[in-house]
Structure formats: C-alpha cells, structure tokens
C-alpha cells in the first residue's frame, strides 16, 4: 500500500504541475517581448510596478517567470532595481488568484473542458489554441485537486504519515519548514498549497498548519528567481535577493498571527480549502501593501546586506 499511494501522491503533483504548465502555455501566447515592453513603459513608479507586476502575474499564472523576466530586465540595466520592487510585491499578489480559483468545486467542468479544449487544439490559430490550453490546463489541475483529496485519507493512514501530520499540526515552524523545501524543490508555491488544501479538505490536517504550510512555500518559491539570478550580474542578483527577503520578512511577521488569521478566515467561509486560499490572498495583499511606503528604504537595507558579498 506504501509504494502505490505514493505513487499516485506523485502521479497527481505532476498531473498538477502539467496543468500549470499548459496553462501558462495558453497565456504565454502575448508573447515574453510584448511583456517586456509593458513593464518598462509602466513601472516609472513603485505603485505602477505594483499593480502590474499583480496584473501579468494573474494574467499567466507564474510569479517565477515575471521574476525571470524582471531580472534579465534589471541585467540589461533596462529597469532599476528600486522600480522592480514594485513588481515583486505584484507578483506575489498576482500569484494567489490561481489559489482561489482551484479552491472551488468544478469537478462536474472536467469532462466538458477537457473535450472543449482537445477540439480547441484542433482549430488553427493563436487564439483557439490559447484557449485550448487555458480549458485543457484547468481541467488537469481540477483532476489532480480530486486526485490529492481523494488520497489524503489513505495517506495519512500509514502510522508514520499519520504521527507527522499531527506533529505538523502542533508545530507551525515544520509547516513553515515543509512547505518551503516542497516548493523549491517543485518550484511552484501553488502545487504545493494545493497539496495542503487536499489534505486539509479531508481534516487530516488542521488549517493553521495549512496556513504556516502556505507561508513557507512563499519563502521555497523564491529559489527559482535566485537560480535564474546566477551569473546575471550584481544588480539582477540584489532583486533575487530582495525577492527572499520581502518573503523572509512577510512570513516572520505572519508567524504569531498565525491563529488569529486561521479563525478570520473562518468567519468568511465554512469551505476549508476557500479558507486557506483567502489566507494565501491576505497574507500576500497585506505584506505588500504594508512595505510599499517603505520601498526606498528596504532598497537601502538590501544593497547594504548584499552589495559587499557581490
């Protein structure tokens, strides 16, 4: 029994993670070009950063892919490091409108989207197949949610599973820890909330452990931005640097308020995965919202812990 739940465990993470991917594919078709134009014309400011780093991020779906672009940007000396502060505090805005969407209940969509966006493949022309693959994509990820809630059950009868889990549930720091390493070894935050949210769909775990969980994959997804800043030159590594450290910040101040963010988002709905993606949605609303005044002087904070290791 160990060795088939885990491997229907991984067979759903990856049917997720390919949803994801043809997802992406589907907006990706605006092209990475036209992206960079819009940033640079629109982020003269650390609002308008903001609200389009929050805007493309919604739009395709990765937070990782606007912090590529974002350094290659900075690289080029096309864009400031102060401005690109705006759009990291977007992005992980932008980033939790995939949280809310797969955390409602579109299992009878399935079978319609996936038919929809076969014949959508069929049909030639960017917009047929974009729209394939936004129907395509969905419809993956929806089965791989009911994948991974269906499993959660037998999962956590295993002894072993069932003794960490509870630990879990007592210890928001492992959360925190879990959820972190999972993400950057996946690289996507919203797989590995999504796992969270099965398990917690089936009362395995409580839903602060899902929340201190949702906090460290904030923290794990910034190792694909720090991986894409290798060799990209100082100023593109100070934005992977800021990246981590907004997070750092954000989750450290989250940390004690842990409890009381689980029972707020209770109050707003009796649906426990709709509780952890609106915990996902404030947290990240909230701490980009909270360090926007203080852009200018976090700037001065991360070229002085970093500037002299460059």
């Known amino acids: 029994m160990f060795k088939e739940v885990f491997s229907l465990l ?46 493309i991020t919604a739009l395709i779906q990765s937070s990782s892919a606007i912090m590529v672009i974002v350094i290659a940007l900075v ?21 939790t409108i995939t949280t809310e969407l797969i955390a ?17 493949f069929l049909i030639p022309g960017r917009v047929a197949y974009a729209f394939g693959c936004l129907t395509f994509g969905l419809s993956c990820i929806f089965i791989a949610m009911n994948g991974l809630q269906e499993l959660a059950h037998p999962l956590a009868s ?23 390493t999972l993400t950057a070894i996946i690289h996507s935050s919203t797989a590995t909330i999504a796992i969270a949210m099965g398990f917690i769909g089936d009362h395995i775990l409580t839903l602060p452990a899902g929340i201190a969980i949702m906090l460290g ?12 800043s ?24 989250f940390i004690p308020l842990i409890g009381i963010l689980s029972q707020f988002v209770e109050m707003l709905t009796s649906n426990t995965m709709m509780q952890l993606a609106h915990s996902s949605v ?5 701490c980009s919202l909270l360090m926007l005044p203080f852009v200018p002087l976090f700037t001065r904070f991360i070229l002085f812990m970093h500037k002299k290791a460059l």
């Open 75 to 95: 690289a080029a000396r096309l864009l400031t490091f102060q401005h690109s502060i705006g759009i990291i505090l977007g992005a992980n805005i932008g980033t």
């Open 104 to 120: 409602y209940e579109f299992t009878s969509f399935i079978t319609p989207f996936l038919f929809m966006g076969f014949i959508l």
């Open 282 to 286: 404030i947290f990240n609303v909230a």
């Open 230 to 253: 290798i060799g990209a030159g100082q100023s593109a590594k100070m934005v992977a640097y800021a990246n981590i450290w907004l997070n750092v910040f954000g989750v450290m101040l």
């Open 217 to 228: 994959a904030n923290i794990g997804t910034c190792m694909t931005a720090y991986i894409a």
């Open 158 to 180: 295993i002894s072993w599973v069932h003794n960490f889990f509870n630990t879990t549930n007592d210890h928001h720091l492992l959360g925190i820890l879990i959820g972190g």
């Open 10 to 55: 991984a067979v759903f993470i990856g049917l997720f993670l390919f949803g994801m991917i043809v997802l992406r594919n589907g907006f990706a078709q605006i092209g990475q070009e036209r992206l960079r134009v819009i940033i640079l014309k629109m982020t003269d400011s650390t609002w308008k950063g903001l609200l389009v780093g929050t805007c």
